[in-house]
């Protein structure tokens, strides 16, 4: 609220008109009373706006004529002696735990008054509404009717929390200690009266009327004192109900009095705002009831908290010398509460260097919010963040805990409490940690932030910082982007945002976290971009980025997702096959690829070929840019092998398999529509053979002719197996690598069924002597020369033609003996769950799976050893092992 405003409302309001003669008058503009203070009370505490800069105060104003009903004048004047010396005390000792003087005492022949820090009530004010409060719940009686007739008629409505009350009794205990120890006074009335609480919650020690000198040799030793007396007036004497007893039977008094009178406070606090002595300012009942304090005191102990118990039985013990000082009070369990440190450290922070401050808002007090009542949240914590804010040195690290009440805040909080003060921040200059820690965090302020002063107020510092030179400020502002999308207007985002994004990418084109940035806001606006711009603008950036970072890829890989999810965006298949494929194939031997991106990027590529599939459907007869680019298509179905090798080695695995298994399958090798395996180059020594071998060799010629093509096509395409052996990196030195296997491909089979073994060709033998033959006259078994030296054994392969039985078998057999044990294993083979749908839905995938099948160069089969292969001969579609 403004001071203009204020000053207003104060205008409209019924000040003291006693106090208009009083030249404090002209310094502030006055408001209503809030609440009183002093002996008896004689203070009234008044609301007020310092006229020179608006800060707020609170004027405390004495009226003399109060006292008009002293008839003896030097009573009279000696009460405005003391209220008068008390201020001047209050200016003298000055402590962050002591009331701040903010203008001097001022007088006139009516008044006297002074303006003092903002406060709220006084903690007598505040007790006596707990007590009117408890006897309005409790039963009447005639003891409690004169009781609630002695206290104050002025209360406030204010409830206290337990970290209030523990956070309050510590302050007036170290301005006790303060008072005693670097002071050397001795306070001599400590009671509610003089305690008040500023309207940050914080509670001040006041009533410095009736201080006296300690011992100067020890403070603990007492000094004379004036003892409480009815011939005195009330407003010149301290509270009686709160006197230690030495000092009403004995006349003396020490440091450890003023302990015993904060023990009767504690008490008070803890009995619904009643003091344990109700003497109503008679001597004679004051020495009664202290006779019984420690029966009462037993009484209340339930009430207090445990960690304060014991100390409190010693401070309101009769003999002074059980009575602790202040500096052993502040040492006691109950005040070891880091929230109240944080409290007490927000006091002091004025006296603090940047360097504190800085780590006591970044680390204590963010750290401590959580356990502190979101009541202080904004009655003590945020005026002062608010105040730290103005200051750049420290403003960065005052904006963490600012932007966790934020975050916490309600939306009538935040408009009614937060926003009026923390719209400075937006225009006011700032430090790049600063700014950085403002963007980032963007997004919990517009959360809450009404429309009008989005647009007014947070956008032009968002817009602002996308010119700055600083490369962290910059990615600040493309996070912010990314965050707060949906706060941002249509023509916001094609008009400001999409410009600026285009400008930093032209200028941090090497930066790879401004450029993972610029894509992450791309892929956030760009539904919200029309097809146009996208295709004029976007897709010519997308096109510039260099790939070669994996989160790079990924993000552009996944914008490229997204805009094949609809048509709106503008990608047409003359776009996929031109620009966008030739760009992305080259990945997918990116070596710092994972596993899990390299699937990513092959299933977009595989998502673009299926949508060239379904346009070459629809125009079958319509030549398209694509055809130029066959060989790239030729390298999505033959992975690479020393790619995907690589990335099994590394451990690395899919997080979920079931998501990639329509993949899976569609690249096995039962969605293949090849032709009949054969083996081209296949030769085989003869031998002779008998007339029944010649009858079955006229069976097998067409198997032979079908060789003889298959060499003759593998001559015609030996540059297409150089080329696909350039492109896949594959060495023939790797001899371990071109073994042709089968069982890796087929891991659930059999080794028997997997494995193509050579054969074992029984021989008759010409007598029953003869090398390898046996005694009972049946067909010993012969080892092959591939068989290990160790190994015989029988063969379990038929190797007759099925037209005949019993023939030995001859090298025209050996064809059929593949193609039937292929066959073999395919039939055995569980069928795959995507066969049918890959024959009816991927014509051109099938064209080109085929083709590669065509192309592939002759296979030598070694009798002599395990068959071998060229690296570029893996089947379309089959994946590398």
Known sequence: MGARTMFSKFKSSSAPNVLESNPIWHHFEVGQQSATAGPEHVWRILDAYRKSDGKEVSIFFFDKRSAEKLHKPKRKEAVTGILRDGVRQLER?????????????????????????????????????????????????????????????????????????????????????????????????????????????????????????????????????????????????????????????????????????????????????????????????????????????????????????????????????????????????????????????????????????????????????????????????????????????????????????????????????????????????????????????????????????????????????????????????????????????????????????????????????????????IECILERLDKQQIIDEVLPLLWEVKLQEPEIAIRVVNIYRLMLNDKKYGLSVNLMATRVMPSLLPQTVNPALNLEQFTILLEVLQEMLNHIDRYVRYCPNLKIPFADHSFYVVFVFNLNRNQRNKLKLDNLLLPSPERHRPLRHQYSSDNMHAPPFNIPNLRIEQRKTSSAEDMDRKNSIGSMSMTASAENMARKNSMAGMIGSWWYGSSSSTNDSNFLRVANAFPNRRLSDNTLMTPKIRIAPSCASSPGGTPGGGLPIRRHSSTGPQERRGSNINLSPPTGGGMPITSSSVPYLLSSSMNSIRGTRRPSVSSTSSQQGSGLLQTFGSGMVRQLPPICLNLNGPPTHSPSLQPSGQPSH
């Open 93 to 521: 000792f000055r402590h962050p735990k002591i009331l701040q003087v903010m203008h001097s005492v001022e007088e006139c022949p009516e008044t006297l008054a002074f303006a003092s820090e903002p406060v709220l009530a006084s903690l007598a004010n505040v007790l006596a509404f707990q007590e009117a409060k408890s006897i309005a719940n409790a039963q009447s009686s005639t003891t409690t009717q004169q009781n609630v007739q002695a206290r104050p008629v002025y209360t406030k409505e204010y409830e206290m929390l337990d970290i209030e009350l523990k956070y309050g009794l510590l302050q007036i205990t170290e301005a006790l200690s303060f008072l005693h120890y670097s002071g050397h006074v001795l306070h001599r009335n400590v009671c509610p009266s003089s305690i008040l609480i500023t309207k940050k919650g914080t509670w001040k020690l006041a009533g410095l009327e009736f201080l006296g000198r300690v011992n100067e040799i020890d403070g603990l030793d007492p000094v004379t004192c004036q003892a409480w007396s009815s011939k005195l007036s009330k407003m010149a004497q301290p509270n009686l109900d709160y006197i230690a007893p030495e000092v009403q039977q004995q006349s003396i008094c020490s440091i450890l009095s003023d302990m015993f009178s904060l023990g009767m406070v504690i008490c008070a606090v803890f009995n619904q705002g009643r003091s344990l002595i109700q003497s109503n300012h008679s001597c004679s009942t004051y020495l009664k009831q202290i006779e019984g304090l420690e029966e009462q005191v037993r009484g209340i102990l339930p009430r207090v908290p445990v960690p304060l118990q014991e100390a409190v039985v010693r401070l309101l013990h009769k003999d002074r010398r059980q009575r602790p000082t202040a500096q052993l009070l502040s040492l006691i369990k109950y005040f070891s509460d880091p929230s109240v440190h944080a409290l007490q450290f927000l006091d002091v922070i004025n006296m603090k260097d940047p360097t504190q401050k800085t780590h006591f808002y970044k680390n204590t007090l963010k750290e401590v919010l959580p356990y502190i009542p979101r009541k202080l949240w904004y009655q003590h914590i945020w005026p002062y963040l608010q105040m730290e804010s103005r200051s750049q040195e420290v403003l960065a690290a005052v904006l963490q805990p600012m932007l966790y009440i934020i975050q916490d805040s309600t939306v009538e909080e935040y408009e009614t409490i937060i926003l009026p003060t923390f719209r400075a921040v937006f225009s006011t200059p700032k430090s790049i940690q600063a700014t950085v820690i403002l963007l980032e965090n963007l997004h919990l302020i517009l959360e809450k932030t009404p429309r009008d002063d989005i647009r007014s107020e947070v956008l032009p510092m968002l817009y602002t910082s996308f010119e700055s030179t600083t490369a962290q400020v910059q990615a600040a502002a493309l996070v912010a982007v990314s965050n707060v999308t949906e706060y941002l207007d249509d023509s916001a985002i094609r008009r400001m945002v999409l410009p600026k994004l285009k400008g930093v990418f032209e200028k941090n084109s090497t930066d790879v976290r401004i450029m993972s940035n610029v894509l992450s806001c």
